[in-house]
């Protein structure tokens, strides 16, 4: 009888842990948040992006290399069949259309899946490099591609691929020199259904990876999702996007590549991709205000979609700005915006690309 009492009181307590993890990851994901309309004016879909365009890096000389077609474990995908592909949009066009780029001859693209990318200017020649995470489909494994950007023909040489173990499962990345990178990467997990228990019971498993051809290490850890990437205009700082925490790392860059924390800004949203700003130092975020809606998705409650820009991020009293909301009846999955010249480009996981004017 005895035994009976103990089992029944383990077993209370057990559902009573599961019961407080269940409202506590509800909680982080925002799952009863209401969302109302902060549309900008003269919007306009991008033709020929219908299935994403999670991320997208732009070049000082206005173009935009976009990321399409991801497909991850639990994430909504309306061509699950369709490789993926980087695409270029000109924004000093006065028509915007995006046209996909080639990529050389060998490269396998049928198992294309491109997630983060970065870009990066060797200016001693002006050669672009453009570094993409690449969860081989369909088995999700990680690694890098090093391309070189050709923008006279729209093409993509494949350099190398970069695999190593600390880049597990990557989520961003920011590129700093022709083949140096830091990244957001999951810790232990690359098993769907243990990445999603990871998460629901609160550890923190992200680490970011600093990677060069001589030297990977660990640069910071104990994230509880790291998500979106990338580096202040000085090239002193690092941003991390930690999406179930809903706050937007700063790490300082010491001498030895690691990063040490400087503050956190709560941004009240899931923050994905951060976009900096090089003459302002403002960062754009495209963010997830209904977690809840973004997993378990339904066509007739879709998700929404919120971008942010945080100004003055090193002061004392950074400000978090609204700047576009929608419900999900234009956008849906919001991961990223950039802007460029009285514009934001606005990109989605899984469902169409936005462009428009600012205020």
Not at 247 to 267: A, F, G, M, S, Y
Not at 287 to 299: I, L, R, T
């Amino acid at each position: 009888m005895g035994r009976v009492i103990v089992l029944v009181a383990f077993l209370g307590i057990l559902l009573a842990l599961f019961a407080e993890r269940f409202i506590t990851f509800r909680s982080r994901i925002l799952a009863t948040r209401e969302l109302k309309q902060n549309h900008l004016p003269n919007c306009q879909y991008l033709k020929g992006i219908a299935y994403g365009s999670e991320d997208i890096a732009i070049l000082p000389n206005g173009l935009a290399l976009i990321s399409s077609g991801l497909k991850y474990p639990l994430t909504q995908n309306f061509a699950p069949d369709v490789p993926g592909k980087i695409l270029v949009l000109d924004l000093e066009e006065d028509v915007l259309k995006p046209v996909e780029l080639r990529i050389s001859h060998g490269f396998d693209l049928q198992s294309f899946n491109p997630h983060g990318i970065s870009a990066y200017i060797d200016h001693t020649d002006d050669t672009v490099y453009l570094f993409v995470v690449n969860h081989l489909h369909p088995h999700f494994t990680s690694q890098i591609e090093l391309f070189k950007f050709l923008d006279e023909d729209n093409t993509l040489i494949h350099l190398k691929t970069i695999k190593h173990e600390l880049l597990l499962n990557v989520n961003d990345i920011v590129a700093i020199g022709p083949e140096t990178f830091y990244a957001s990467s999951d810790h232990y997990f690359t098993d769907t259904i243990l990445r999603i228990f990871e998460k629901f019971v609160g550890l923190a498993w992200c680490n970011i990876i600093y990677y060069s051809p001589g030297e990977v290490i660990s640069a910071a850890a104990d994230f509880g999702f790291a998500n979106g990437i990338n580096i202040s205009p000085d090239g002193r700082y690092i941003y991390v996007a930690d999406l179930l925490d809903s706050i937007v790392h700063v790490l300082e860059i010491q001498d030895n590549k690691t990063l040490t924390r400087v503050k956190v800004i709560n941004v009240g949203s899931l923050p994905d991709n951060i976009h900096v700003d090089h003459e302002t130092g403002d960062l754009w975020i495209g963010c997830h205000p209904n977690g809840w809606k973004f997993s378990f998705y339904n066509k007739d409650d879709p998700p929404g979609s919120e971008i942010l820009r945080i100004k003055n991020i090193h002061s004392e009293k950074p400000v978090v700005i609204q700047e576009y909301a929608d419900n999900g009846s234009v956008l849906q999955g919001s991961s990223v915006a950039v802007n460029y010249d009285g514009k934001v480009l606005i990109g989605t996981v899984f469902h169409k690309a936005l462009c428009c004017d600012l205020h």
